[in-house]
């Protein structure tokens, strides 16, 4: 009331076009049933949000007054003494969007990883690791024929971008032919647009393994587990950076120039890729 805030008295009802007799009388007053009511449910309202650690939101505030406290109060009451008290919960974790049904591809390669060319069948996926700043993401696009890391992205958080980096750091170093096949799950970072519409826009064919099936991905999956026992689980990482470059490292020194792999009789990937013979498109 503007009168209660320093204002003449006088000058407080012409503004409001109410009288002073009229304004003395509501001073004097004594408060409705109404007004008092909503004093005693925003206590309690105030006491629920308070012990719910300021959890709870309207609705679970509501729930209390008439589960909890056998209280009959409407919704919009609720709603309406919270945002006066300045009150609000917690809202839950944002959830990923669902792919788009045109987004999702079928099984192209039904376990069956053999291939005995490059750039016929890639796969791709994402590993996470803890470091004391927090976590660091690496999405890796592999050959399965040569075994080797053809692209590679490396970020603090798992979007979209992390897994079409990847991809476009593979198409500009190996020029696939039309029809190869990137395969990777269900994640909904390799059923966005913007993942999808690279792929597609570069010949790539997408394929997608079922879902929750370790199995329809192995090969990536078995890159991920030598990863973790040969670099990530064998120290405790201060700094995001420290583990990128060791990350870095480990994909382009070691993994594609140095390590020996059985599935390539003991070559690496690149000496095993420089005795595969050269084919024209």
């Not at 591809?105 to 890639?122: H, I, N, T």
């Amino acid at each position: 009331m503007m009168a209660e805030e320093g204002l003449p008295v006088q000058v407080a009802t012409r503004v409001l076009g109410t009288s002073e007799s009229g304004f003395y009388a509501w001073r004097t007053r004594a408060p409705s049933a109404r007004a008092i009511r909503h004093v005693i449910l925003s206590d309690a309202i105030r006491e629920i949000h308070g012990v719910s650690r300021g959890i709870y939101g309207v609705r679970r505030v509501h729930a209390e007054l008439r589960l909890g406290r056998e209280v009959s109060v409407a919704l919009g009451t609720v709603a309406m003494l919270m945002q006066r008290a300045g009150l609000k919960g917690i809202g839950g974790r944002p959830k990923w969007r669902r792919p788009h049904p045109d987004l999702i591809s079928s099984d192209l390669v039904d376990r069956r990883f053999r291939r005995e060319g490059l750039d016929q069948l890639w796969v791709t996926d994402i590993t996470e690791h803890h470091t004391r700043e927090g976590k660091v993401y690496c999405a890796v696009v592999l050959d399965v024929c040569s075994r080797r890391v053809v692209g590679w992205s490396i970020d603090s958080s798992p979007t979209a971008a992390l897994v079409t980096n990847a991809l476009g750091m593979a198409i500009d170093s190996r020029r696939p032919p039309p029809g190869t096949i990137i395969h990777s799950d269900h994640g909904v970072q390799f059923g966005s647009w913007a993942f999808t519409r690279r792929a597609k826009d570069s010949g790539l064919v997408p394929s997608m393994g079922s879902i929750g099936d370790c199995y329809d991905n192995a090969v990536i999956e078995s890159f991920w587990s030598r990863m973790q026992v040969e670099l990530l689980d064998r120290q405790r990482w201060r700094t995001r950076l420290e583990l990128a470059n060791a990350i870095f490292e480990y994909l382009e020194i070691f993994h594609n120039r140095q390590r020996r792999h059985s599935a390539l009789g003991w070559l690496t990937p690149l000496e095993f890729e420089a005795r595969q013979p050269i084919t024209v498109a």
